[in-house]
């Protein structure tokens, strides 16, 4: 079988150390490759040739430790995350973000929040269902934000106090209704 020679390219992280007479299934050529952190693994030719892998997954994991380092985390929830999802317009297929057209031709509206994931329930009009969105956008993702942001100044304020009082935010629903407790 004929095959490009890569013994010793580099490509990004990896260097090529051997040729995989294996085929992964009927989609390539492999090559064994070495990362520059020491780890080994397989990779398919066109992957190594295309740059779509680069790594064994040990830049990505750096990438997403520095950004981590940037985001204030609490409770399950990157407030970072959270303002920009207030400000996006991102849209699904039925539209606008958390709705879901439904077989029955109403759109079905949800939320997640904390890990938790909320149906705020069925409307006939996208209008209708986008205000309830919004609604619940405005109750938890803002509220979140507008809370956080309150405690953050009181704790650079009163660090001592902070201490003490680490923030939280809990969220409950009860008859279709949230119910907010916060100390922020």
Known sequence: MKYFDLTGQRFGRLTAVYHL???????????HCRCDCGKDLDVRTENLLQGRTQSCGCWNREQSAKMHDHMHYQDNTCVEMLKRACSTTDKNKAGFRGLFLARSGKYRVTIT???KHYTLGYYKTFDEAVRVRLRAEEELHAGYISAFERYSERAEADPAWAQSNPFYYNVTRSNGEFRVQTNG
């Open 113 to 115: 929040f904390q890990k």
């Open 21 to 31: 007479s294996k085929r992964d299934g009927a989609k390539g050529n492999c090559w």
